[in-house]
């Protein structure tokens, strides 16, 4: 992953570079909250770069209610 100093602002190719890797990262499997974590970001920038960068955003996983019958 690209050395970025934590907190400081990502633009143009930086962005570019590091919003494919992502992006590739998360395709492969990982979730927001790991790529956060490894690249020192917040869930929130990775989220907004990921978008950015037309990535598919996968649902949120867990368990769902199902209505019930006769309702």
Not at 12 to 23: F, I, P, T, V, Y
Not at 54 to 59: F, P
């Amino acid at each position: 992953m690209a050395e970025l100093k934590k907190g400081s602002r990502v633009t143009g190719d930086d962005r570019g570079k590091l919003a494919a890797e992502l992006k590739q990262r998360y395709e492969g499997g990982e979730s927001i909250r790991v790529l956060a974590e490894t690249s020192g970001r917040s869930y929130g920038f990775v989220h907004r770069i990921l978008s950015e960068s037309g990535t598919t955003l996968r649902g949120r996983g867990g368990a769902t209610r199902k209505r019930a019958e006769g309702a």
